[in-house]
């Protein structure tokens, strides 16, 4: 049974289930629902839960430990000789997965049949080609082994999605008769019903941390396997980023360190176009703008961080770039030959600078607006004037806010793709010159990681370890701004 129809299926049960227990319990007392122990609608409640929750924690359990099975299984039928040189046993089963899903779109698309799926003896080069229609990145003729692998896989996969149908609805069915026959007038419904989704709210807020686990633990498996066949200080410390995918020629140069200079020369171009402007207008929006003006100013700002990236990407490659060019340009107003192209760092700096304004602006001017009345009140009493007030007494009072600001504009700046891509250009280079292309790391990811890769190479994982490399970045920088707003905070308390 398809995962939908399951899932449906074991949703009508809880629904039956409610009406049922409803039912039930109000026979029990007699057809009169002041003789319950609690209000009828907890009794049906209580079955319908009793179906759902037992059967949804089998449900997820079962999708999260077949596939670790079935890949075990796979993998130890793989013998030592059949690994290629270069390359490690997890990086077969991806291969082995993605033929399995290959053929899986096939069928679905039509382009082959599923006995010519399930054929062990099928023609490989009719096989790579079929894959190559359903839109299957395949670089070279699937081996036999891997065919027969891979049709091994999807028929572990069948017999796991079947079997997974009946457990799942054999623990419903079973707890929807197991809670209706306990269920009578004196069955304490309520207090059940309440732990249930005390357990409920409970785990939906550890979900935020179990995704983080998840994301986390995806990055480190996939890092390894890249270091398994690259070596981690050539990495760190390599100083030419220079990948040449398998079948291309060469050698790879993955050294991270043009794409962190990068991520952060850009970044800070960015920051200094957005934390001036955005500190000043969050100033005078809460300062000094009249409550008309504020109305009216603050909604239009905030409109900024509501378009697309894809759109100041646009913006940076067609306006931004050109007029930049024409001012620094060669042929330029000022008549020096600083910049030969529109994409450059301070192309994708100062429309990154641009999207930031409102992150800046608009949480600053909630955090001054914070400051208590009373400390402008005694400033402005003791004879200072307004802008001393907001100098020396409201700015120093919200600066751990605003430097959590500024660095939450900061991560948004280090994590941004599309304004680079089209704005800064593809070349990972080591300059201090604002006038030339460089890269970052989350557009290499983004070019690792499509097109025609070749996901058992260095040169597709390394996409993973730019991650985790940009995730201990983003983490150093909450780190920081928690160490701040301690530091600071304290002064005020």
Request: charged fraction near 15%; charge should be negative; proline fraction near 4%.
């Amino acid at each position: 049974m398809p995962l939908t129809w399951l899932v449906l299926t074991v949703l009508v049960l809880a629904v039956l289930g409610y009406v049922v227990g409803r039912v039930r319990a109000t026979q029990s007392a007699g057809g009169d629902a002041r003789n319950l122990h609690s209000l009828p609608v907890y009794y049906g409640m209580n079955v319908a839960m009793s179906v759902i929750v037992p059967a949804v924690i089998a449900l997820i359990i079962w999708l999260l430990v077949q596939p670790i099975v079935i890949s075990a299984s796979i993998s130890g039928d793989i013998p030592d000789s059949a690994i290629p040189e270069g390359s490690v046993r997890s990086l077969v089963m991806s291969e082995i997965r993605r033929v399995a899903d290959g053929l899986d779109n096939a069928i679905d698309m039509g382009v082959m049949t599923e006995d010519f799926a399930r054929n062990a003896g099928a023609d490989l080069s009719d096989m790579t080609q079929r894959l190559k229609d359903a839109g299957q990145v395949i670089t070279q003729n699937v081996s036999a082994d891997v065919l027969r692998w891979a049709q091994d896989y999807r028929a572990m996969h069948a017999t796991g999605d079947l079997l997974r149908s009946f457990v799942v609805l054999a623990i419903a069915i079973a707890g929807l008769v197991l809670s209706w026959m306990r269920t009578h007038k004196d069955f304490r419904a309520r207090i059940v019903v309440e732990k249930l989704v005390l357990g409920l709210l409970m785990l939906a807020a550890s979900l935020a941390i179990l995704t983080t686990i998840g994301i986390l633990l995806s990055l480190i498996f996939n890092t390894i396997n890249f270091f398994n066949l690259y070596p981690a200080w050539d990495f760190f410390l390599g100083l030419s980023w220079s990948p040449s995918f398998s079948g291309r020629g060469g050698l790879s140069e993955l050294g991270v360190i043009p794409l962190l200079w990068g991520t952060l020369y850009i970044s800070f171009v960015a920051l200094l176009v957005a934390v001036p402007i955005g500190l000043l207008s969050a100033i005078y929006l809460s300062e000094y703008a009249p409550p008309a003006v504020r109305s009216i100013a603050k909604p239009m700002l905030e409109v900024l961080a509501g378009i697309p990236t894809i759109v100041y990407g646009l913006f940076a490659l067609l306006t931004v770039g050109p007029f930049l060019v024409s001012v620094f340009g060669q042929d330029g107003a000022l008549g020096v030959n600083w910049m030969s192209g529109g994409t450059a760092v301070i192309t994708a700096g100062v429309v990154m600078g641009m999207m930031l304004i409102p992150f800046v602006s608009s949480l600053s001017d909630d955090i001054i607006n914070a400051v208590p009345q009373a400390m402008r009140d005694g400033s402005l009493g003791l004879g200072a004037t307004k802008s001393e007030t907001i100098k020396q007494v409201v700015l120093p009072a919200a600066l751990p806010g605003i430097v959590g600001a500024i660095l939450l504009a900061a991560s948004r700046a280090i994590g941004e793709t599309m304004i680079v891509v089209l704005g800064a250009g593809a070349a990972a280079r080591l300059s201090l010159n604002p006038f030339e292309a460089m890269t970052t790391v989350t557009a290499k990811i983004v070019s690792q990681l499509t097109g025609d890769s070749d996901f058992a190479s260095p040169e597709a994982l390394v996409a993973f370890a730019l991650g985790m490399t940009l995730f201990f970045i983003t983490l150093g920088l909450n780190v920081f701004a928690l160490y701040i707003v301690r530091k600071y905070r304290e002064q005020y308390e």
